[in-house]
């Protein structure tokens, strides 16, 4: 880039005032100064002073604007050193002058353009090969590699170039003039035309920190080598953010990276001698900060390398906060203050403002989420069932590319509820409780949305789940109650609590003494119902139990009896009948002994199953004691018996 060295001095003729000579209004990336001939160099800051022999640098791709104290202002491009020797009071006259240099590249000088101005400001700019007097109005000076000089007058003061070898020429508004090294001034000329900007957006949507281009075209001019032209940050174009020069084919331009605010471009056409034509009228363009707000709080998700244009990934239900005055939507006949993001793909917007003047806005992709219910404890999706009249859960798994919310809506048609929407414990799962009433159709389509009804008068379904319905399966047949001629099989665990004055012992070898309480039992039993009301048992009981003195001593029981039973699927019944208890163990224990008694008891049976039953039982049992009293004992127990031949079994009613 073409590096300026421009210096500001004063005439020699004048008397120096007290206070600082400039001011910088404006720094785009790196600008450096030194306040003062003695201060050390530092990073520049806008509204930083510059005193007599100050200097403000540019680096590349930098642009800076100094205001002098008769509010004449320098414009300074890239790779721009600007060194202040100082304003002076010209005699006889009632304005500020100043002296400037330039060695080479450009500089746009304005004197008494800028509001509040007034149009008397002089100056005084040395080149290589001129020297420029100006009054007033807005010019422009370049000088390339071999020192040439081209001076532009595009305002409305006076220009007035004198070769250094030569020549005077006075430069009108929307002429040019060139001066070579070593040569005289050359007749001034007409400068390029001045390009036109074709309609188009003015305003255009961003996103912070993503999203934030401007863009516009210029209609062609035919003499044009080239185009060149400037963003700024204020309409006189003082705070130029982006100075770019493209070739004759480029006759558009689109900036990026700039903060949601007002800019105002120009443009000039530049010939293939490099003249400049008088810059455009600014066009103003604004960049408005929107919000993708996602459902839940979903933020978009953005490519790692979308270049200066990526394009945001939402989930479904994102919606397009925009600031008043502005309406999108996917065509001019569908615009809303708030659009949504439904359906999977890329959307474009047409966005306009309330005055129907188009507005630019960016594309939006939302992915394809694909669905699927399960039974919740099934390893894939697949097509589920719910039965009318009963409660079903389901797991519903959503597949997606990106995060999606914790909050999931179902919609369902007539006779069909949502009962509940309960997120599970893996992302993007959850469990649905549905009823389906009488008349529910056979097949029936799930609404997915992530957007909580009554949000939107707008359809928010992005997705459907397939559920089908079905009747209940006829009811199983009741096991039959009890029937003639049944034989019951069964066994059974239990607990009994043997008497401490049993007479369970062997007197010539053994002493008496308590058993531990309770202790388990084994039972095994089988019975014969020649009738459905009664029956006869036989039953056996093991019982490992341990004496007082923590002997193994192990109690037995065999016991004939007689069973009563209501004939219903949960049977009630009674026990009684005759009964040996006996203890087999070691002298040091009991030793062996049997006694004869009798027992009473009840309980209750369940068929399960025409071949399954159930039982719980309780009885007493009642032993010779010790000495010549009555033992008392009592069992508990609960088991399973196999019902044979049962006529009905399999058979349904």
């Given at each position: 880039m ?6 500001v ?46 200097r ?78 100006l ?18 007058n595009?305002?409305?003061?006076n ?23 070593a ?14 900007w074709?309609d ?14 401007i ?25 130029v ?8 084919s ?11 605010g ?8 530049v ?15 604004s ?7 996602g ?10 390398d ?14 397009l906060?925009?600031?008043a ?41 939302v ?23 009963q ?22 048609p007539d ?18 409780t ?21 949000e ?38 239990g ?10 012992y062997?007197?010539s ?35 490992p139990?341990?004496?007082?003195n ?13 069973i009563?039973q ?88």
């Open positions: 073409l590096g300026v060295l421009l210096m001095a004063g005439p020699r003729s004048a008397s120096a005032h007290d206070g600082p000579d400039g001011k910088i209004t404006h720094k785009h990336n790196e600008v450096r100064k030194q306040p003062a001939a003695e201060a050390e160099w530092q990073d520049a800051q806008v509204g930083d002073l510059v005193y007599k022999q100050g403000v640098n540019t680096l590349d791709s930098s642009t800076a604007a100094v205001v002098f104290r008769d509010d004449g202002s320098v414009a300074m491009r890239a790779n721009t050193l600007l060194i202040v020797y100082g304003h002076h009071a010209l005699r006889n006259k009632k304005v500020i002058a100043m002296d400037a240099e330039l060695e080479r590249g450009a500089l746009r000088a304005r004197l008494g353009e800028l509001e509040g101005g007034s149009d008397d400001r002089q100056a005084v700019i040395a080149t290589p090969s001129a020297k420029t007097d009054e007033g109005g807005n010019s422009l000076l370049k000088v390339d590699d071999e020192g040439t000089s081209r001076i532009h595009h305002g409305d003061g220009t007035t170039v004198s070769g250094k070898a030569g020549g005077r020429a006075k430069v009108a508004k929307g002429m040019g003039v060139k001066v070579k090294k040569k005289r001034v050359a007749k001034p000329i007409p400068l390029p035309p001045t390009p036109t074709l188009g957006p003015r305003t255009f949507l961003s996103v912070s920190g993503r999203i934030s281009g863009r516009g075209s210029w209609g062609t001019i035919s003499a044009a080598q080239s185009y060149f032209f400037e963003v700024a940050a204020d309409v006189e174009g003082v705070e953010l982006s100075a770019i020069e493209v070739p004759k480029v006759e558009n331009f689109e900036v990026h990276g700039l903060l949601a007002d800019y105002h471009v120009r443009v000039a056409s010939d293939d001698d490099q003249f400049e034509s008088i810059p455009s009228d600014a066009v103003s363009v960049l408005v900060d929107v919000e993708l707000l459902p839940g709080g979903v933020a978009p998700t953005w490519p790692e979308g270049g200066l244009s990526p394009v945001p990934v939402v989930v479904p239900g994102t919606a906060s925009l600031p005055g502005i309406r999108c939507g996917p065509s001019p006949e569908q615009l809303d203050a708030r659009p949504l993001f439904i359906q999977a793909g890329r959307h474009e917007l047409y966005c306009e403002d309330d005055a129907g003047a188009p507005v630019a806005s960016f594309p939006v992709e992915p394809n989420i694909g669905s699927g219910l399960r039974d919740p404890d099934a390893a894939e999706a697949e097509l589920v069932t719910v039965i009318r009249g409660k079903a859960t389901h797991e519903l798994a959503l597949d997606s590319s990106v995060p999606l919310p914790s909050e999931l809506y179902i919609s369902a006779e069909v509820t949502v009962e509940s929407v309960v997120p599970g414990e893996t992302a993007g799962t959850w469990e649905i549905l009823l389906a009433g009488p008349e529910a159709p056979e097949q029936v389509e799930l609404g997915l949305s992530f957007v909580a009804p009554g939107t008068e707008l359809d928010t379904v992005f997705a459907t789940a397939s559920v089908t319905i079905v009747d209940p399966d006829e009811p199983e047949p009741e096991p039959e109650r009890p029937e003639r001629h049944m034989v019951e099989v069964g066994v059974a665990g607990l009994m609590l043997l008497s401490p004055n049993h007479g369970l062997q007197y070898v053994a002493e008496h003494q308590a058993f531990h309480r309770p202790a388990g039992e084994v039972v095994l039993r089988a019975g014969y119902y020649p009738i459905r009301w009664a029956g006869v048992e036989l039953a056996g009981r093991l019982v139990a341990r004496a007082e923590d002997e193994r001593a192990t109690a037995y029981s065999l016991r004939a009896q007689l009563g209501l004939p219903y699927r949960v049977t009630p019944f009674v026990v009684v009948g005759g009964e040996m208890l006996g203890v087999s163990s070691v002298p040091a224990a009991l030793g062996k002994d049997a006694d004869f008694g009798a027992h009473l008891g009840g309980g209750l049976k369940f068929y399960v199953t025409p071949k399954l039953a159930l039982r719980l039982g309780v009885s007493g049992m009642f032993h010779e004691g010790l000495g010549d009293r009555l033992s008392a004992h009592l069992e508990a127990d609960l088991g399973l018996s196999v019902v044979l031949g049962r006529r009905s079994a399999g058979r349904k009613r």
